[in-house]
């Protein structure tokens, strides 16, 4: 990688919902970019536009306008397929409710993007060992999701989404669902995989405590950039999201 190469990038993004009087335009002129091993945060007030350029970031959704690289590769113009094996390849997923299957033990539930891609879990086995040690679930490995608590299923889900060494891990309010102590313990996890894999991790947030563990912090308000920070502290984080809150 190439120093000041972006992992993913958008240009120019634009993406309206619905047509004629009723359109609604979730982001407007849009431009971004993030390196290797960056942890950033998105944040603004509900309806600014966070969670669609996340999905649109990770190829879940394709924008109106604008362009959308991931590495050297345009998405623009990819079929279905190729977006698949994209997502596959080079991305994971972190979302706020854990997405998993109840019949499958926690080690199963993270190998799961590994059988789903074909390929053979034994490949995986030393990796396997590193990443359940790394969020803490050695002893767990054998439970199913019903016999683990809330925040060792997040543990469970961050370790999925890392299991095939992607380049970019998107999370999408990964402590939503989880009290403090154990939401803190979630981040430090992912800035953690960050450092130690060269991850690139963007994470969509409303809470200002949790933007402050990303080096970075973009503000969106009305589907626009209209800020950031580098290593910002939670204080400072509330009060830029009050007064876009206010302006708004």
Known sequence: ?????????????????GTGPTAVRALKGVSLGFGAGEFAAIMGPSGSGKSTLLH????????????????????????DRKLTLLRRARMGFVFQFFNLIPTLTAEENVMLPVLIS??????YREHLDDLLALVGLEERRGHRPDELSGGEQQRVAIARALV??????????????????????VLDLLRESAA?????????????????????????ADGRVVDEAT???????FERIKTLESAG
């Open 1 to 17: 990688m190439q120093d000041g190469e972006k992992i993913v990038s958008v240009e120019s993004l634009e993406k309206v919902y």
């Open 56 to 79: 649109i970031l990770g190829a879940l959704e394709e924008p109106t306008s604008g362009r959308v690289i991931v590495g050297k590769t345009d998405l623009s113009g990819l079929s």
């Open 118 to 123: 074909g390929e053979k879990a034994a490949a």
């Open 164 to 185: 095939r060494n992607p380049d970019l891990v998107l999370a999408d309010e990964p402590t939503g669902n989880l009290d403090s102590k154990t939401g803190s313990s």
């Open 196 to 220: 130690r894999y060269g991850q690139t991790i963007v994470m969509v947030t409303h809470d200002p405590r949790a933007a402050a563990v990303a080096e970075r912090v973009i503000f969106l």
């Open 231 to 237: 290593r910002p502290g939670a204080d400072e984080i």
